[in-house]
């Protein structure tokens, strides 16, 4: 999505929080009308749709409304957070061959399977994998565990399960023409 659209989505957003979070402030008397109305001028909304007035709606009414604009809030919070999208680039669907007619994608669920089998392959325990899109390729970040019965030996080299797990998830990713910048290992420590 191009910035324009996410700037679009995030104003939207804001909007969808602000608008109902302050008709349950006018509703509830927290905030005055006529200060509300001395910025917004939404009076003569409410008279152009049949003199409107908060004062003619029940109380069981305006919990109704305070109800609905909760849940609008709360949508368009999370709209807000998923537009926002702290921390990691989200992944997307990888390109392996472009050619016309014989176009191929590999969605980025098929490629996180792909290198937790890699690394379970090479002998990792409970692989836990975050993908980061850069351009056409990805940052790989796996976490893994050494295994309980490996790590109760004293000559078990950490080092070198996560040099060999890296090693077979590059194989892995070049195998099926999955381009890729960085892959990192961690070791979190043994399996309990």
Known sequence: MNALNRLFMIIVALLMIAVPVVML??????????????????????????????????QQILTILGIVSALVALIAFILLL??????????????????????????????????EGAARKAGAASPKVYLESKGKSYNVDCRITVPGSDAESDSFNFTELASRTRQNIQDAMNRYSVSYKEVEITVLGTES
Do not use: C, H, W
């Open 25 to 58: 402030l006018v509703a509830f008397g927290i905030i005055s009308a006529s200060l509300v109305d001395q910025y917004t001028n939404y009076q003569s909304a409410l008279s152009s749709l049949g003199n409107l007035s908060v004062s003619s709606f029940s």
């Open 82 to 115: 998923r537009e926002l999208s702290f921390g990691r680039r989200v992944a997307k669907d990888a390109v392996v061959e472009d050619t016309p007619g014989q176009e191929t994608m590999i969605t980025s669920g098929a490629i996180k399977t792909l290198v």
